[in-house]
């Protein structure tokens, strides 16, 4: 369609809302926010005869691509070290894009304004679009890379895995709780148009340098629907804006949202792009620097704080922090290192860091030798079965973490490492503001005005709490995480594609898991006092294994 | 991977700097190891012999507490509900996941399914301008055209926006809550075909075609009324599946195929119009091949759960008992439009007769009937 009949057209369409006159409208979703009726138009202005023959144009060039991939046989320069972290990230983002389409009716139901429920409803299809697309694009690495296993049992392992769970609450925080929060601030306003750069255009180049064609192209599909998803969120934002009464709750979720985000996102494709490639080109650029470009230029100081003239104070401090924390903190470093540590509970293999690599976190992250350079060449001494244990359960010198009760992400800056009695039980919290998430925000009251429509955090939410006391071999056998001969262990820490370098059940017989929370809950007050100050003190490195 | 070539050398043009290609041969087959022949998603239970492309993109990609989601869900709702609660529908089954889409829609069906729809009548449009059929038309069926059919524009929209939109949230599996959003995106896209349509009509015909007419038609035309009013509280309702079931069970055979077929599709070639049947017809095929299909099939599956079968089949009928009432007024609400045109080549008592058997077909199909105490 031409873009001016499109115009046009979109202007008729607004023919079709009415107010019900039969019922009184009980909207399936609610909110704390006020919001009065109309207000902000769709700028997008799309109608569903110029969108569907547009994205199947999208998808032809998509499926071509992939016939292409396949036929050249992609993946004989593929990295293998990439590919794996693609059996993590590609089990947990089809949640999120589904989730996403899940969460439009939470703005139909809950936002009065008819023009705007047409963007949204654009926006449910397109994340159905997106779930199956990438769903699709796993099958082919599942069919033609060299080690299908974590890929053929994905979305089991994403339900039942510690790093499944943190990705889903990425997910799960669109759907669920007060319309505003879930899928205006937490999905739109910070997610789609912080996030989706990183995960989107950061992505796909370096997949792409690692030899992976098929990622960039589609989440590149994907990446060109988010302009319109951005739009229906600032639309939504403005709408709220219009409030006073609202700047206090726009501001807890935007602590809230930016927060959980940047400790999810980050954590997670920090690591894929620091530490998932093989390109140690010194002019290439670290996670640290993409995020310095696409999340603190682009979206902090262009689209975040000219927020402000609204009356707004958006959270300076978070965006910050979070700098600080990937920055000075070792954020991604110390989550790598985590993902390494707990290999023994992984879908996927996560290869050594050689001295190549060594070299090049040297350079872009100067300091970073002394602090995990050791660890990772202990890894690397570990990586075959030799008559020794994982990692996790060798003397390195590492202390394994405690778990964030809102992120899920391990406390890993130790000393920020907050423990409080919270509903009945002692908890852990990577952070201040996670510790007011859980503490403050997600409660049914927020600075003394009811909050009636605010979701919980609810769930078991210490995955090794399900394991505790266990014998590691059960704990594989429970998760599913064996191959099909029935004792190789899908998890590496290696990506040796040799039956005599795998690790199997034998090897992790034997050894008892145990659950940091469940033995910080049974600790006398003493103990724990004790056990709090030397977590966060830290841990060395021991020289010799 | 001990021994990594680059095959071509970064640096030719100076300057820049790219990547390098390395042959890994990771392709499938170069090594055979524990795992390495495992290439098919080996977590649910396919349908068939082998699991379709459908299911390997659709099949857990919304975990479940009851199966492998351990942790269970990690937001809920201020009341206590999970993030996805198996009591938003009064249907219970011994297990969720048995439903498959009998369409087997994904993205690229969804798009090629509905870029077809719209291309066909833009095509359809385009065809009957360039033989310029529209001097042929009877004028007196403009009218009819712009109050009537424009006012069921309403119906799909109000169903897709407000009721399917918000139901394909509720599902307890993503293959029932996919199978909802693309009846959502059908019956949005029908209101926007059918308003677009009117846009055109109202450009063929300058002063004879009210474009816009039809908004205080369906708010105020008593023959509408009892259609909006089915449509308002289909709006309201909130089981998820009985929102299902009462629009493609119960309204859209009563009452949408009533319109669509037996009048619209009937008494527009009487008035020399054959255009406005293709463009219409485009929906009814799709509720018909499509979105009863589904609908049917997951009905099926809940009556037919060797637990559960009976309660649901009780709670069905409940709903018959509830919604039939509405359908009925609004399905003889419209009865005095068939009087409306010039020429009248079928009766309301023949159409509605014909859509009163149509919709027992689909009851028996299911096994169901019709409490005594509705009249049909
Ligand atoms: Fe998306
Ligand atoms: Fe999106
Ligand atoms: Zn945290």
């Not at chain 1, 998808?59 to 059996?87: C, F, L, S, T």
């Not at chain 1, 992120?407 to 509903?423: A, I, N, S």
């Not at chain 2, 049917?296 to 919604?323: C, I, P, R, S, Y």
Request: charged share 25%.
């Amino acid at each position: 369609m031409a873009r001016r009949s499109v115009t046009k057209a979109h202007k008729k369409i607004q023919e079709l809302s009415w107010e019900p006159t039969f019922v009184t409208k009980d909207p399936k979703y609610k909110t704390d926010y006020k919001l009065t009726k109309g207000g902000q138009k769709d700028a997008m202005k799309q109608v569903m005869q110029s969108y569907f023959p547009m994205q199947e144009e999208k998808d032809h060039r998509v499926y071509g691509a992939i016939d292409g991939a396949i036929r050249g046989n992609m993946w004989r320069q593929v990295q293998p070290r990439w590919m794996e972290w693609q059996k993590l990230f590609l089990s947990i983002i089809p949640f999120p894009e589904i989730s996403a389409a899940r969460a439009m009716p939470l703005l139909t139901e809950a936002l009065p304004n008819p023009e705007i429920h047409n963007g949204l409803a654009f926006q449910m299809i397109d994340e159905v679009r997106h779930s199956t697309i990438q769903m699709n694009l796993k099958r082919e690495y599942m069919r033609n890379y060299i080690d299908p296993a974590g890929f053929d049992i994905t979305e089991r392992a994403f339900s039942n895995n510690y790093a499944g769970t943190i990705g889903r609450q990425f997910g799960e925080g669109f759907i669920t709780g007060d319309a505003i929060t879930a899928c205006n601030i937490y999905l739109q306003v910070i997610a789609e148009t912080a996030f989706t750069n990183t995960l989107f255009v950061a992505m796909p180049s370096e997949a792409a340098a690692n030899g992976d064609y098929l990622l960039p192209t589609v989440f590149l599909s994907v990446q060109s629907d988010e302009s319109r998803h951005m739009n229906n969120g600032y639309g939504t934002l403005l709408m709220a804006l219009a409030h006073d009464e609202n700047k206090d709750l726009i501001e807890r979720d935007m602590r809230y949202a930016w927060w959980n985000n940047h400790a999810v996102v980050d954590a997670a494709i920090g690591t894929f792009i620091d530490y998932g490639s093989k390109d140690r080109r010194k002019d290439r650029e670290s996670y640290a620097e993409m995020w310095r470009r696409w999340v603190y230029d682009d979206y902090y100081r262009s689209y975040l704080v000219p927020l402000e003239k609204y009356g707004l104070t958006v959270p300076h401090d978070l965006v910050e922090e979070a700098w600080d924390r990937i920055w000075n903190k070792w954020y991604v470093h110390n989550t790598a290192q985590f993902f390494a540590t707990g290999w023994f509970a992984n879908y996927w293999r996560i290869d050594p860091m050689t001295e190549e690599d060594f070299e090049w976190f040297e350079h872009k992250y100067p300091g970073w030798y002394d602090r995990f350079g050791k660890w990772w060449e202990h890894y690397r001494d570990l990586s075959e079965p030799n008559g020794h244990k994982p990692i996790a359960f060798e003397n390195t010198g590492y202390v394994y973490p405690c778990r964030c009760w809102t992120c899920m992400v391990p406390c890993m800056q130790r000393e920020d490492t907050v423990l409080d009695y919270v509903d009945g039980e002692w908890r852990t919290y990577c952070s201040e503001t996670c510790h007011w998430t859980d503490k403050v925000a997600f409660r049914e009251e927020y600075n003394g005005r009811p909050t009636p429509a605010m979701g919980r955090l609810t769930g078991k939410r210490e995955w090794e709490t399900l394991y505790h006391g266990w014998d590691l071999e059960d704990v594989f056998k429970d998760l599913g995480y064996v191959r099909n001969d029935g004792k190789t262990l899908v998890p590496q820490p290696h990506v040796h594609f040799d039956d005599s370098k795998m690790w199997t059940l034998d090897h992790v017989r034997g050894i008892e898991f145990q659950s940091p929370r469940v033995l910080i809950n049974e600790m006398s007050d003493e103990e724990r006092d004790k056990w709090y100050e030397d977590y966060k003190k830290g841990f060395t490195i021991n020289n010799t294994l | 991977m001990s021994e990594l070539r680059p095959v071509t050398e970064a640096g030719g043009r100076g300057e820049r700097s790219i990547p390098k290609i390395i042959l890994t041969d990771a392709e499938a087959g170069a090594a055979k190891f524990a795992g390495s022949d495992s290439r098919s998603y080996n977590y649910f239970e396919p349908k068939g012999r082998r699991a379709t492309k459908y299911e390997d993109v659709t099949v857990d990609v919304q975990p479940d507490p009851k199966r492998w989601l351990s942790q269970s869900w990690l937001y809920g709702w201020p009341n206590g509900d999970l993030g996805y609660d198996p009591r938003w529908t009064r249907m219970q089954t011994t297990n969720w996941h048995r439903f498959r889409d009998p369409n087997e829609e994904w993205e690229r069906t969804i798009y090629i399914n509905n870029a077809n729809s719209v291309r066909q009548i833009q095509n359809s449009i385009e065809n009957a301008k360039s033989e310029n059929v529209f001097q042929d038309w009877n004028k007196s069926w403009l009218p009819i055209l712009a109050k009537h059919l424009s006012a069921w524009a309403h119906a799909d929209h109000g169903l897709g926006m407000y009721v399917f939109m918000p139901a394909q949230r509720a599902g307890m599996t993503n293959m029932h809550n996919n199978a909802i959003s693309v009846n959502c995106m059908h019956k949005l896209r029908t209101a926007q075909d059918i308003m677009l349509y009117n846009l055109e009509l109202t450009e063929l015909f300058p002063g004879e075609f009210d474009g816009e007419v039809h908004q205080e038609v369906w708010l105020n035309d008593p023959a509408w009324q009892g259609v909006r009013e089915n449509v308002e509280r289909l709006m309201n309702a909130t089981d998820w599946v009985q929102l299902c079931f009462a629009s493609n069970i119960v309204f859209e055979p009563l009452v949408g195929e009533l319109f669509r077929s037996g009048f619209i599709m009937r008494f527009a070639p009487a008035h020399n119009d054959f255009l406005t049947p293709s463009v219409i017809g485009v929906s009814e095929r799709e509720f018909n091949d499509r979105d009863l299909t589904y609908t049917v099939e997951m009905m099926k599956d809940f009556l037919g759960d060797e637990t559960h079968g009976e309660a649901n089949k009780e709670v069905m009928e409940e709903w018959l008992a509830e919604w039939v009432p509405y359908s009925i007024a609004a399905a003889r609400g419209l009865e005095p439009i068939w009087s409306e045109p010039e020429i009248q080549p079928v009766s309301f008592e023949q159409s509605f007769e014909r859509a009163r058997n149509r919709f027992e077909a689909i009851l028996s199909d299911l096994g169901l009937r019709v409490p005594e105490e509705v009249t049909l």
